[in-house]
Nanobody, 122 residues
Framework: QVQLVESGGGLVQPGGSLRLSCAAS????????MGWYRQAPGKQRELVAA????????NYADSVKGRFTISRDNGKNTMSLQMNSLKTEDTAVYYC???????????????WGQGIQVTVSS
C-alpha cells in the first residue's frame, strides 16, 4: 500500500501559477505509475495528468496541455504538477493517485491522497 500526501494548493489569480506536490511512502512506491485527478463541485472526477513509473510516458488532459507539466523524482518519492496560465475552470480539489497498472479510465484503482483545494479567482 502506498500512502500519498498532497501539498501546494491555494488561491491564485487567473493567469497565475501553482505547483502541487505529492509525497509518497510505502513499499515499492517508485514502481507505481502516478497521476493527478481533479474534481470540481458538481462534476465527475477527471484525470489531469499521468506519469509512468520511470517517467517515460506522460499524458495530459486536452484542457491542460501546454499549461501543466507533470514530473516525478523517484529518489525523493515525490511527484509534482506545475500549473501555469491558470484559468477559473481549473478550480477543483486535486488528488494524487498511485497505481500499478496504466489504466486511467478506471478511477477507483490505486491509492489516493486526501485531496487539496486549488482556487483560481480574481
Amino acid at each position: 500500500q502506498v500512502q500519498l500526501v498532497e501539498s501546494g494548493g491555494g488561491l491564485v489569480q487567473p493567469g497565475g501559477s501553482l505547483r502541487l506536490s505529492c509525497a509518497a511512502s510505502g513499499s515499492m512506491s517508485s514502481y507505481y505509475h502516478m497521476g493527478w485527478y481533479r474534481q470540481a463541485p458538481g462534476k465527475q472526477r477527471e484525470l489531469v495528468a499521468a506519469i509512468s513509473s520511470r517517467s517515460a510516458t506522460r499524458n495530459y488532459a486536452d484542457s491542460v496541455k501546454g499549461r501543466f507539466t507533470i514530473s516525478r523524482d523517484n529518489g525523493k518519492n515525490t511527484m509534482s504538477l506545475q500549473m501555469n496560465s491558470l484559468k477559473t475552470e481549473d478550480t477543483a480539489v486535486y488528488y494524487c493517485n498511485a497505481r500499478p497498472n496504466w489504466n486511467w479510465d478506471k478511477i477507483e484503482i490505486g491509492s489516493w491522497g486526501q485531496g487539496i483545494q486549488v482556487t483560481v479567482s480574481s
